[in-house]
């Protein structure tokens, strides 16, 4: 096992994603394959829906250490562990735009439509809003929910924004909510003693 300190002279990132059918030990399977070559977990991002697996994760890996090697590797640990997921490793590219602006939350509910996260990420689109993250999911009989976590520039009127927002969903017989994030976090948060 590699092991010696993460500088940036002698590191360098790709993006490992893995995704398929959820089990016990993905996690530890693609922690231990990095891990083992020197690398390091720099960011990792989770979430399982409907039994489905997916992980993305930027790495630090030592600047000889060849994108391939990570792959294989990860493929080879999934089949020894008998785990079914598909892995893809791929170079880091660096922003190259600054998509600077204030941290909102768009909260969009009601009946259920398959349009619904096409028309509303459009409008934000159009207005050069970053969407940063995104859940969508049922919430009762043939209700649904999409929470849109966006950067909206500061150039970008709110005011308008939100009322385009609130027209677009009342036209498709839903309502819209647009709150900063930290009002947002600071309403929803749950005090547990």
């Known amino acids: 096992m590699r092991r010696f300190p993460v500088t940036e002279a002698n590191m360098d990132r790709v993006l490992v994603g ?5 089990r016990p ?11 083992r070559h020197g690398a390091n977990l720099e960011q990792v991002s ?12 930027v790495v ?3 600047v000889d250490l060849e994108k391939s090697v990570i792959e294989d590797d990860l493929n080879e640990e999934i089949r020894r562990r008998k785990l079914k997921q598909a892995v893809l490793v791929l170079d880091f590219v660096e922003p190259t735009e600054n998509l600077e602006g204030e941290p909102y939350v768009i909260s969009i509910w009601g009946p259920d439509r398959n349009d619904i996260i096409t ?9 050069k809003i970053n969407i940063e993250s995104l859940r969508a999911f049922p919430i009762e009989d043939g ?8 950067q909206i520039p500061l150039e970008v009127d709110r005011r308008a924004l939100h009322r385009t927002l609130i027209d ?3 036209a498709m017989g839903l309502r819209c ?14 005090k547990v003693d």
Do not use: W, Y
């Not at 989770?46 to 994760?57: I, K, R």
């Open 18 to 22: 893995v995704f398929g059918l959820d």
């Open 25 to 35: 030990g993905i996690v530890s399977a693609v922690s231990s394959v990095i891990t």
């Open 46 to 57: 989770q979430v399982t829906l409907h039994g489905q697996f997916a992980l993305m994760c």
């Open 60 to 62: 630090q890996k030592p």
């Open 119 to 127: 028309t509303f990420s459009r409008i934000l689109a159009e207005q």
């Open 143 to 150: 209700m649904s929910l999409q929470v849109f976590e966006a």
């Open 168 to 170: 677009r969903a009342g």
């Open 177 to 190: 909510n647009l709150q900063h994030r930290d009002i947002f976090e600071a309403i929803h948060r749950v």
